[in-house]
Every structure is written in C-alpha cells, then in structure tokens.
C-alpha cells in the first residue's frame, strides 16, 4: 500500500491485534505513524507484535483484556482514557467465528449467545466507552470488520453472520446519527483471509481465493483513510444486486453450492 494514507499521530486502538488481520493492521498503522492501543487476550503475543513496531520506530501500547467480559471493558476504557485522553481511530476487529449448520444448533443456543457477546456486544460497549472523549474532540472514526459473508448469507454461519450484520447496522445508524461530531464509522465487508480463525475450515475454503492478512489490513486501513460507510472488495456490489434482481436463484445456488451435507462432512469451527 502506498505511504499516502497517513495516520501519522493518530491514536488508532485495534481489537484483536495479538492475530492475523488485527496485528497486520496494527504493523500497517505504525508504519504510516500511527500511535498503536492493541488489545487481545494473549498477553504474550500483543507484547511480541509491540516489540516488533518497536524495532521498526513505531510507537504501541498493549491492552490485554477479554472482550467477553463487560466489566473488563469497561476497566479497559477507563484505562484508555486515563493514558491517552481518547482514541482518533477505534478498530472492532476482535471476532469469533463458528461454523455449524442450523440443524446441528437446535441444542446450541449459547453458540448464537456467545459469538453475539463477542461480536456485537464487546464492540458496540467498546465504542459507547469511547464515544464522549470523540464527540469532545469533535473528531472520531469507527471501522467495523464485519465479513462478505453477510452479502452471500452463507450457510453453516448463521450465528457468526447475525452478529456481523448486527455490528454493521449499528455503526451505519450510529454514523449517520452522529454525523455532525465528525464520528464516523466503517463497516469492512472483509472477503475470505488466511488467518489462523480459517484454520478449523480449511478443507471447506478449499481452492477458494483468500487475501493474505496484510491484504486485509490494507482494506481496514483505507476504510480508516476514507471514511467510507462500506468498504467492499471489487465485485462484491454484484453480490447485493443479484440478491435484489434474483433472489430465488441465488437461495438455490448457495443452497446447492454452499450447503452439501452429504458430500461434506460437518465441521465445526468454534
Ligand atoms: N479470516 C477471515 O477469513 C475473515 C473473513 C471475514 C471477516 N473476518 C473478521 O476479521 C476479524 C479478525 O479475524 P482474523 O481472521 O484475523 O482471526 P484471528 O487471527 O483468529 O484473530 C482473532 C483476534 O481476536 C482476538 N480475540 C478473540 N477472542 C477475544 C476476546 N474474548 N477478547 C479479546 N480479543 C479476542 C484474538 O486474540 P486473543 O486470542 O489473544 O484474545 C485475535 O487477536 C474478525 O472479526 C473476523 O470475524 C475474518
């Protein structure tokens, strides 16, 4: 990516940045001057990634929190606020994902509970913490990374792909409610990545295309950049289309081609 998105002094917190697209973004973000808040469980790993923009000439801070736990948020932001008086740039990164067919769910309420609590919940508390010191600055941005997922409705991840698009709707009415405090927010409707959260699924994303993680980065960094409310690959718009022009026939091609039980075996990823 070229140097022309700057972020130089920005204080840009990132969910998940112990991992894959979290830590590629964050390694982006210190690059192009931004002051990195990484925050994951793994306190070892947010510590190695720090070290590593450290060496570079960046400058990181390391957050370990479990975003599951509201309490833990709630320390987390006061924290924040504490050190840095706020945040320019809040990153909803962290994420879960699980993929299980509906009818392997019917006992399985706590998956719908739990990916929502991490998902959906853990963010939006995050950016209410955050949101007065942004409104005060009369300056803020909200990138969401949700998935292409919610444009196919694909299935096996009904739980995952209803706490995305539960994200995606509150940053998109929050953005437009808080338009005048320039607090923006992003939705990054991020195609498949190589990452470790693909790992259990692999065999199933088999022979299909995936962005490396400093690929996605890029799309988190230009969402950061632009200030768009969605940031699509190339492509993806045709997804929606279809979706409005043919909606019985794109239910019976990603039924046909997206669900085979009997030809697929059915693995779990939680
Ligand atoms: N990879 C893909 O194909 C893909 C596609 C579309 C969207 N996405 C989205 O992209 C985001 C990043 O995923 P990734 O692919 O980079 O996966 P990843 O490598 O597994 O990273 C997930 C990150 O979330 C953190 N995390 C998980 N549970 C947490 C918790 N309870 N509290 C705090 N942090 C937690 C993990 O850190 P710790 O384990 O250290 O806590 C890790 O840093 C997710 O929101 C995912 O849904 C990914």
Do not use: W
């Amino acid at each position: 990516m070229s140097n022309r998105i700057a972020l130089a002094g920005q204080r840009m917190l990132i969910t998940g940045a112990s991992s894959g697209i979290g830590c590629a973004t964050a390694l982006a973000a210190a690059e192009r001057g931004a002051r990195v808040l990484m925050v994951a469980r793994r306190h070892a790993e947010l510590e190695k990634v720090a070290a590593e923009i450290a060496e570079r000439g960046g400058t990181a801070h390391v957050y370990p929190c479990d975003l599951s736990d509201s309490q833990a948020i709630d320390d987390l932001v006061k924290e924040v606020l504490d050190q840095h008086g706020g945040v320019d740039v809040l990153v909803n990164n962290a994420g879960r994902s699980i993929r299980r067919s509906v009818r392997k769910s019917v006992d399985r309420m706590h998956d719908y509970e739990r990916t929502m609590r991490l998902n959906y919940f853990a963010p939006v508390r995050l950016t209410l913490g955050l949101l007065p010191a942004m409104r005060e600055q009369h300056f803020g941005h909200v990138v969401n990374v949700t998935t292409q997922g919610i444009q196919i409705h694909t299935p096996r991840f009904s739980a995952y792909l209803a706490s995305k698009a539960a994200l995606e709707e509150f940053g998109r009415t929050a953005g437009r409610e808080l338009a005048a405090d320039n607090v923006t927010f992003s939705s990054v409707r991020m195609p498949l990545a190589r990452t470790p959260m693909i790992t259990p699924s692999e065999s199933a994303f088999r022979g299909i295309p995936a962005l490396s993680a400093p690929q996605a980065a890029r799309l988190v960094l230009r969402a950061a950049h632009t200030r768009r409310e969605v940031i699509n690959v190339p492509g993806a718009r045709v997804l929606d289309l279809l979706d409005v022009a043919t909606p019985s026939l794109m239910r019976r091609l990603v039924h046909r081609f997206g669900y085979r039980p009997r030809t697929e075996p059915e693995t779990d990823q939680s």
